[in-house]
């Protein structure tokens, strides 16, 4: 088995005090509790003030683990933040978050893959301290999904809800942390799940507020289809790179959009449900924060304690898709 370069040190995470519920969405949308529970899972989802921003959330994830790691913000010598709703386009949501977390020492960066991007994060960070070129790497996945959610469109509305979660990465001293990783994408099949307007192609104007293609359009059948494919071809992966079988896994932590598809997913790689952590039913799906906010839940709960090995996967738009093996 290899031996890990870098770890993930701690954990901490936010999630909003308002629990929004699926009855809350039968008032005003075609739906029903029953249909939500029974195709996603879900039976509740935070969300957002008006007020608390993406970067107010990846802050107080960010300073919940620095406290219980003893580490000021001027420690950190890189942040990498993971979103697909930042507060706003230019500059980066990292650079926000460094400024009001007051973290002088640090580069600041976002990651793009959308609900693969904590994943990707932690491995851009694993390069990086390979590399040399940092030491003490903050990365935080942060989502305010509720903004860029269509509230009028029942196929997607009852899906997300907001939240972040965060790790330290840094050089692995005692044996724990990334065994293996595995990172893919396929842009042909981008406008599955995307936001067609906005952006350079179709700049802001008032037929993008009447047509909502500001919002997140999904394909839901299609993704899902995709999903449960790439994350059992990313599992296989995986393990293999970390040249372990099913057996030597403690704990599934998947990315948390559907517990059909997670279901699918433990079975494929041969993992009992009681191997798996699940939240999605009080969280929905919070995109890039959703496997730092389990992790951070099994880590409180001690459902994942050292010594344990765990395997991540998750998949998003882009598509992208990920895992990674991990000596907790
Ligand atoms: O985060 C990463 C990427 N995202 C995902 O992984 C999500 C992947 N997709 C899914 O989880 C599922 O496809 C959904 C939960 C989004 C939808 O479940 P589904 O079983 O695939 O339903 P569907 O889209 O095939 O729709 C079935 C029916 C349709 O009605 P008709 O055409 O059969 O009459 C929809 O209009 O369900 C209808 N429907 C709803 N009905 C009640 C869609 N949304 C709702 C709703 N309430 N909220």
Known sequence: MKRPIVEL???????????MT??????????SDQWIVER????????????ESNACMAKAAAEQLLRR???APSDLDTIILATCSPDRLLPSQACDLQAILGAKSAAAFDVGAACTGFLYGLSVAE???AAEQAKTILVVASEKLTSIMDWTDRATAVLFGDGAGATIVRRSTNGRGILASYMRSDGTLAELLYRPGGGGTHPPDEALLKDHSYYIKMAGREVFKAAVLSMADACDHA????GLVAADIDLLIPHQANTRIIEATAKHA????????VNVDRFGNTSAASIPIALDEAVQCGRLVPGMKLLFVAFGAGFTWASMVVQW
């Open 9 to 19: 040190w701690g954990t901490g995470c936010y999630t909003p005090q308002r629990a």
């Open 22 to 31: 699926n009855e809350e969405f039968s008032k005003r949308l075609d739906t």
């Open 40 to 51: 996603t899972g879900i039976r509740e989802r935070r969300v957002a003030e008006p007020n």
């Open 69 to 71: 790691n003893g580490l």
């Open 127 to 129: 390069g990086l301290i």
């Open 239 to 242: 393990l293999e790179r970390a």
């Open 270 to 277: 041969g993992l009992p449900m009681d191997k798996v952590y």
